[in-house]
């Protein structure tokens, strides 16, 4: 069982790295009112299922001591795409979110 755990935790993974590329593509435009529902939708379910997931690996007995922290890495990944997609941010939390996501201090 924990093997198709893992492999659903690296499909879920996977997923969430998949919608970079897709937000590149989709969410830069300058029309992109029916792409940013479709964003909020995949963006609340991907988390959905990481809070289960983080619930499930939080347990004592679970066996990989790793993965929760990748887990909650991705999480909270997440949590900032909704807060840079979604709502209105501050500059300073906006350049936050930027540099967490890019590495390094972009100008805004």
Do not use: Y
Request: with cysteine; net charge negative; charged share 30%.
């Amino acid at each position: 069982m924990l093997r198709n755990f893992c492999v659903a935790v690296n499909d879920w993974d996977e997923a969430c790295s998949l919608l970079g590329i897709w937000e590149a593509e989709h969410l830069t435009k300058d029309n992109a009112a029916s792409e940013i529902k479709q964003h909020w939708e995949w963006v609340t379910a991907l988390l959905s299922w990481g809070r289960l997931l983080q619930r499930a690996t939080r347990q004592p007995e679970f066996p990989d001591k790793a993965m929760p922290g990748r887990i909650d890495a991705r999480v909270r990944h997440l949590e900032d795409k909704l807060a840079l997609w979604h709502r209105d941010l501050a500059p300073a939390e906006q350049e936050r979110i930027l540099e967490a996501a890019f590495g390094q201090a972009l100008l805004v």
